[in-house]
């Protein structure tokens, strides 16, 4: 069975309007089972290689990307070995639940309708769901869920978290990517941010989008000074 086939029943299996027939969810548990949660790690990534259609390499970039300010913030805070190993494939599988979302609404150009955002904001629970398929990633499931909260609450799945209560995974994730999305170039974009703009953006959103302390750590990361 083909890897995204796969992933995308499992991801179907309750949060889809259209549920999968049990028998196909039942042979995607038998084989998920099969592979153990070493090769299931290896499955998402692939899949994380293909989520995008016509083979764009934009969310491959987009997972790289995040994994690499993500692991250089934890290496500058001290994180143990096994603690930045957790965030890192929590950064790298944190947007595997848009597998979930049809590509005419997350390539979509311009604006989504409000039933759209509500497909797309589903992203990060249907993602929690899929790795805690398997022993072993499950531990990355609650930061994939909250990587869109805000620091002062208000994000999603749960805008009643905030602050300390939001992983520190999932904080330290939540800057990486808006980083990433405002440099990167999209095609929906107009504006593609400097490295200065971005800067002054974060800063702008330190306490209510973003954990204070971690902006600090990621400025000194992308100046390349110790954090003040
Ligand atoms: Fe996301
Ligand atoms: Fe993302």
Known sequence: MNGIRLVKMIAYEKFDDVVSSQIIVDEAVKL???LGSEGYLHL???VAHYLEPGGHRYHYDHASNVVRHAVNVCRIMGLSASETEKIREAALLHDIGKISVAPQILHKKGYLTEDEWV????HPTVGAHIVKQARGLDRVASIIMHHHERYAGGGYPNPDIKGQHIP??????AISDTFDVITSPRPYRQIQYTTDMAIREIRKNSGTQFDPELVRVFIAYLNHTPPV
């Open 119 to 122: 497909k797309i904001k589903k």
């Open 168 to 173: 520190l995974g999932a904080r330290i994730i």
């Open 44 to 46: 998402l990534e692939t």
């Open 32 to 34: 998920l089972k099969m």
